[in-house]
């Protein structure tokens, strides 16, 4: 059975303080794996697709990276504004999300 | 390029009612997805159209329906509704296959009481 688990739950970081979310994974035949973004009660906003081992991907503070059995979301000297829901989803057969990891960023 | 619209965004039923929501996809997308978000459960997936064609369906009872219309519109129907359907009902849509990044719109928030 595909299954996908993000650690930690939740993360509190100091702004500056740079950390990494995981996303662990197993499916049968990876076609993809993506990053989303959500603040609350908003819809989840797309961060990264990646496809294959190795493959990492960077966007202003994050940067996204892939192995055969996880993925990491790195933040980069986070600011307040970073503070969000982090989810991670794979499509084996069907599109698996994890719970998510909250992020909250102080000041 | 405007983004996927979801309608209403907010509403509240009763136990037992139905429900309709609506999805406009992004322009050119023809494949929209259905998810229902929870405290509890998270993210799950509901049902996934392409060219008005269910193509993957999950784990849902047979009282959530969806359909897709020829402008790639989609509507999604709870039937019977429970408490247990309060939740956030997101909309997805991608350009052709659902391998392909999907985007999400904002959700309509459903209360049943």
């Known amino acids: 059975e595909d299954q996908v688990t993000q650690s930690p739950e939740a993360l509190r970081l100091q702004e500056g303080e740079s950390s990494s979310l995981n996303c662990s994974y197993t499916v049968s035949g990876l076609r993809g794996l993506f990053w989303y973004r959500q603040d609350p009660g908003k819809g989840p906003e797309f961060l990264f697709t990646?496809?294959?081992a190795g493959e990492e991907k960077e966007k202003e503070r994050l940067k996204a990276t892939l192995t055969k059995k996880e993925s990491f979301l790195h933040i980069t000297a986070p600011k307040p504004e970073d503070s969000a829901t982090y989810l991670c989803?794979?499509?084996?057969?069907?599109?698996?999300f994890g719970k998510g990891t909250t992020l909250s960023v102080s000041s | 390029k405007a983004g996927v619209t979801q309608t209403p965004r907010y509403l509240i039923k009763t136990r037992g009612q139905q429900v309709t929501l609506s999805c406009s996809p992004i322009?050119?997308?023809?494949?929209v997805s259905w998810y229902q978000q929870t405290p509890g459960q998270g993210l799950q997936f509901l049902f996934e159209?392409?060219?008005?064609?269910?193509?993957n369906k999950g784990n849902f009872p047979g009282r959530f329906s969806g359909r897709q219309f020829s402008n790639s519109r989609s509507e999604m129907n709870v039937s019977t509704l429970e408490l247990g359907d309060s939740a956030l009902y997101l909309c997805?849509?991608?350009?052709?296959?659902?391998?392909?990044?999907?985007?999400f719109g904002e959700g309509s928030w459903l209360t049943v009481v």
């Open positions: 159209y392409f060219s008005e064609t269910q193509r």
């Open positions: 322009s050119g997308h023809r494949s």
């Open positions: 989803a794979v499509l084996g057969t069907a599109l698996i």
């Open positions: 990646l496809y294959s």
């Open positions: 997805a849509s991608s350009p052709q296959d659902i391998g392909n990044t999907i985007y």
